[in-house]
């Protein structure tokens, strides 16, 4: 099946994003974020759960006058009083979270399928009835029966639910279960899915591909995958993959991706892994021979786009793999115009300094070794 064409992003980083081990945004680094998220074009953020109180209540009450900006979505236990308070507090879109596994019922909420259902009815209607967006969730899909999961979409549909997230809480599914999941409950009942996939096997980004190509309408992600344990599934890589490789643009200024991966791990205090996909710095990084060759000749040789498409930058870097064009490349940047019969030694030098510093070998380093080779020969 097509990708549809109204699919929908939903950004999480300020509520699973923030649920990183370790992670804790304050009020002015929420605001940070979501201004970032809204200024690169994302329509929809779950922005927190009222019911921690303290600091993150402060936020989401701060942003119930900003609802024209984005869909603004505050996340719920499936507990009445919770849902109602944001409903009072003003807000249009709601999300209950709810398991639909024999485990997670039995250890997380300590409740049957029986209380579940009537659970869900009840809350989305008293929802619907006070004229909200409501999304619900299916949670740990991967340990729930299709056949439960296509009854449970009945009940939440006939109920009047907006959305159903199909959460793989715990990221058990490969791509081909989470497309039957996704494609089962279209077939069981006509209301919008959502993915929400975590990265346990390294498989986020593919599930959520894979349900979107079985019909799903919304998709979860967070800026540079963070969330709970292994993270959930990044924001830049789904929608660069979504336009580059299946013609699906969402409006996000690709230009604003690198800017807002920076914001988000300087908040986290994490570094961005320098192979991390589309954000990382060395994902337009060339050091190879061959492939610094083929670059000087076509840009496209070894890069699956241009870097300026998605705010990144072009480097060349010298270091054991570099051959002799990239290290006359690099004099030349700096100003001179080498001689050809010392590249070769100069060449065995960068690769040697290299090795003793581990890393890449600057081009001012690569100047005092092209001088020593030609004090070397003047001598």
């Known amino acids: 099946m097509a990708i549809r064409d109204d699919i929908i992003l939903e950004d999480t980083t300020l509520r699973d994003g923030e649920q990183t081990p370790g992670v804790a945004f304050s009020q002015e680094t929420k605001n940070k974020i979501l201004n970032s998220l809204i200024e690169a074009g994302v329509t929809s953020v779950e922005i927190g759960i009222p019911a921690m109180g303290g600091e993150e209540l402060d936020f989401i009450k701060s942003c119930v006058d900003r609802q024209d900006e984005a869909r603004l979505v505050v996340w719920h236990r499936g507990v009445r009083e919770d849902v109602e308070s944001s409903l009072d507090l003003g807000f249009k879109a709601v999300h209950i979270g709810l398991p639909t596994s024999k485990g997670h019922l039995k250890a997380s909420v300590r409740k049957d399928r029986s209380w579940l259902l009537s659970t869900a009815t009840d809350l989305i209607k008293m929802a619907k009835d006070r004229g909200a967006f409501v999304s619900i969730s299916a949670e740990d899909i991967a340990r729930t029966e299709i056949s439960f999961l296509q009854e449970y979409a009945g009940v939440v549909h006939e109920a009047g639910a907006d959305r159903l997230r199909l959460s793989d809480t715990v990221g058990l599914l490969g791509p081909e ?194 001088e020593k080779a030609l004090a070397r020969t003047s001598g």
């Open 177 to 370: 279960a989470y497309g039957e999941r996704v494609a089962a409950v279209g077939e069981a009942a006509p209301i919008d899915t959502q993915c929400h996939a975590h990265n346990d096997f390294g498989l986020a980004t593919a599930n959520t591909l894979a349900g979107l190509h079985a019909g799903a309408r919304y998709f979860h992600v967070t800026v540079n995958a963070i969330g709970e344990r292994a993270g959930m599934a990044d924001l830049a890589q789904v929608v660069v993959a979504l336009k580059k490789l299946y013609d699906r643009d969402l409006g996000i200024d690709l230009t604003k991706l690198k800017d807002m991966s920076r914001i988000v791990a300087e908040a986290a205090n994490h570094e961005v892994l320098p192979w991390q996909p589309i954000t990382g710095d060395n994902v337009f990084a060339h050091e190879s021979g061959i492939h610094a060759n083929g670059m000087f000749r076509d840009t496209s040789s070894f890069e699956p786009f241009p870097p300026e498409h998605v705010g990144g930058e072009r480097r060349y870097v010298l270091g054991k793999h570099s051959g002799r064009a990239l290290v006359a490349w690099a004099l030349e940047q700096q100003g001179i115009e080498p001689r050809e019969d010392l590249l070769g030694q100069v060449l065995d030098e960068v690769r040697a300094e290299s090795i003793r510093v581990r890393g890449a070998v600057s081009q001012e380093a690569t100047v005092a070794l092209y």
